[in-house]
C-alpha cells in the first residue's frame, strides 16, 4: 500500500447533510406523534450503514416538532461541517403525503437541468428517499400515515453556499441537501465530478450552445473576458478533464472550450485526464522534445529539459518566439477529442499564463 493510499485510509469518514437531515426529520417525527425526543437517533443508509447522532436541537409547541443534528463530515474538508441540520415537521392533512419545504439557509432550484424540478427545494433523490423512508416507518409505528410537512433549513446557509456551485447552477437562497451513499468519503472526487456534470445538464436544460470548462479561477477570469460567456456556461472542470469529457461524451454542448494555465494543459497534452499534481507530472523532456520539433535551437531545447517547472519552459519558449503554447493546445485538443469520440461537439483548447494573458490556441 502506497504513503497516499494509506493515508486516505486512515482518514475517518463523516456523514452527508441528506444523512443528517434524515436523521432529524426521524427524531422530530418521532416527538410530534407524542413519543418524544430520543437522545440519539439510528437511520439506516443505502449500504447497510447504521449511524447514530445526538441531537443538538429539540423542541416542539403547538402542531410542530424541530430537532437538529451537527454535521460531522470526519477529515474531509467539508464547507458544511460543523453547520446544523434542522428538520421541522407539521402534521399535514389525512392522505396529503409528505412536502418537502426549504427552510433558512436551504437552496430553491430555479433553473432547469438538475434532478429536482424548478421551484423545489434544492434536496436531492436520495436525501428525499431517506427521510421519505424513515419518516414512514416512524408513522407506521404510531399506526399513522406519513401525511406532513418537512422544512429542512441550515442557519448560516446562506453565506456558505455561496462558496458553492449552487448559484451558478441556479440554486438561490442556500445550499443543497446532498448525498448518495449517506456517508462523506474524505477527499473523494465524486463531489466534485457531480457538480461538473450538473453544471453540464443544466446548461444543455437552458439551451446554451457553448459551455467552457476551467482548470481555475484565473483561467475563467480570463476566459470570461475574452469570451463574454455567462456564468452559468462555465464548468468548474479544477483536475477533472477526464471527468467532463467522459460526460459530455455522452451528453454533448455544441461547442466546448477548455481553458487553463500552461502546466495543467500540458498535462492534458501528453494524455493525463486527471492533472492532480499527486496524480500526474509535467513531462519535461516531452516539452523539450516539442520545442525541437518546432525549430527552436538546441540550447533553447537544453535549457527546457533541465528547467525546473513548466513555466520556466513557457517563459523561455516566449522569450525565444517559439509558439510552444500554440503547440500544447492543439495536442490537448487531440487528446480531448478521443475522449469525446464522435460526440456532436466543437471544441477547442485554450493556455493562459498566470496573469491571464492568452498564450495558447488551438486553432491557431
Given at each position: 500500500m502506497s504513503d497516499e493510499t494509506s493515508s486516505k485510509a486512515s482518514l475517518r469518514p463523516g456523514w452527508t447533510t441528506g444523512a443528517c437531515a434524515s436523521a432529524a426529520a426521524k427524531a422530530a417525527c418521532r416527538a410530534l406523534l407524542g413519543g418524544g425526543f430520543p437522545d440519539q437517533v439510528t437511520i439506516s443508509l443505502p449500504r447497510g450503514e447504521t449511524p447514530s447522532f445526538h441531537l443538538a436541537l429539540a423542541e416542539s409547541g403547538p402542531g410542530f416538532a424541530r430537532a437538529g443534528v451537527i454535521?460531522?463530515?470526519?477529515?474531509?474538508?467539508?464547507?458544511?461541517?460543523?453547520?446544523?441540520?434542522?428538520?421541522?415537521?407539521?402534521?399535514?392533512?389525512?392522505g396529503s403525503g409528505l412536502r418537502f419545504v426549504a427552510g433558512e439557509g436551504v437552496g430553491t432550484v430555479t433553473r432547469p437541468g438538475l434532478p429536482i424540478a424548478v421551484g423545489e427545494p434544492a434536496i436531492n433523490p436520495v436525501p428525499r428517499q431517506l427521510i421519505t423512508d424513515e419518516i414512514t416507518a416512524m408513522a407506521a409505528t404510531f399506526g399513522m400515515g406519513a401525511d406532513f410537512e418537512i422544512e429542512i433549513s441550515i442557519p448560516g446557509g446562506e453565506a456558505l453556499a455561496r462558496r458553492t456551485w449552487n448559484p451558478r447552477l441556479g440554486i438561490l437562497g442556500g445550499l443543497s441537501i446532498l448525498g448518495t451513499t449517506g456517508v462523506v468519503v474524505p477527499y473523494s472526487c465524486s463531489a466534485w465530478i457531480h457538480s461538473i456534470q450538473s453544471g453540464i445538464d443544466v446548461a444543455r436544460a437552458c439551451g446554451i450552445a457553448q459551455v467552457a470548462g476551467c482548470t481555475g479561477n484565473s483561467s475563467e477570469r480570463a476566459l470570461r473576458k475574452l469570451r463574454g460567456l455567462p456564468e452559468e456556461a462555465i464548468i468548474d472542470m479544477g483536475d477533472f478533464a477526464g471527468g467532463m469529457l467522459k460526460y459530455l461524451r455522452s451528453h454533448p454542448v455544441a461547442r466546448v472550450t477548455i481553458a487553463g494555465g500552461f502546466a495543467k494543459l500540458a498535462k492534458l497534452a501528453a494524455g493525463h485526464l486527471d492533472l492532480h499534481s499527486r496524480r500526474s507530472q509535467v513531462d519535461m523532456a516531452r516539452l523539450a522534445a516539442g520545442l525541437h520539433g518546432l525549430g527552436a535551437p538546441e540550447e533553447l531545447v537544453s535549457r527546457a529539459a533541465a528547467a525546473n517547472t513548466a513555466m520556466e519552459v513557457l517563459g523561455l519558449a516566449e522569450k525565444a518566439g517559439v509558439p510552444l503554447a500554440n503547440l500544447i493546445a492543439r495536442e490537448a485538443e487531440v487528446v480531448a477529442r478521443k475522449v469525446l469520440g464522435e460526440a456532436p461537439v466543437d471544441l477547442d483548447v485554450l493556455v493562459?499564463?498566470?496573469?491571464?494573458k492568452l498564450v495558447g490556441n488551438s486553432r491557431t
Open positions: 454535521k460531522d463530515a470526519g477529515d474531509d474538508p467539508d464547507i458544511t461541517h460543523g453547520a446544523t441540520i434542522i428538520a421541522t415537521l407539521r402534521q399535514g392533512e389525512a493562459f499564463d498566470r496573469h491571464g
